[in-house]
C-alpha cells in the first residue's frame, strides 16, 4: 500500500458524495457513506489536512448546498461538523 493510499480513497469518497448529490431531490441512504469520510479525514495526518483544508472545504460546502433538501438532518450535522473541524484547522 502506497503512503498516499488512505488519501486517495478519501478524496474519491468526498468528490463522489459531492457529485453524488448534484441536483438530487431524493437520495439513498447515506449513512456508513458519511461516516466512511469522517472516519477516513480524521485518521489522515495533520500535515495532508492541513494541505487539503481549503479544497474539502469547498467540496463539503458543495455536498451540503447540493443536499440541503435530501440529506437526513443527522448527515447534514455530521457534514457540517466535520466542515468546521476543516475551518478551524483540527
Known sequence: MSEYSEFFKFAAKAGSLEGYLFKRDKVDP???WVGNIVTMFESLPDTIKNDIKDDLQS???RALEYG???LEAELKEKLQKL???VQSGA
Open 59 to 61: 467540496v463539503l460546502q
Open 68 to 70: 440541503d433538501r435530501s
Open 30 to 32: 447515506l449513512t456508513n
Open 83 to 85: 466542515l468546521k473541524a
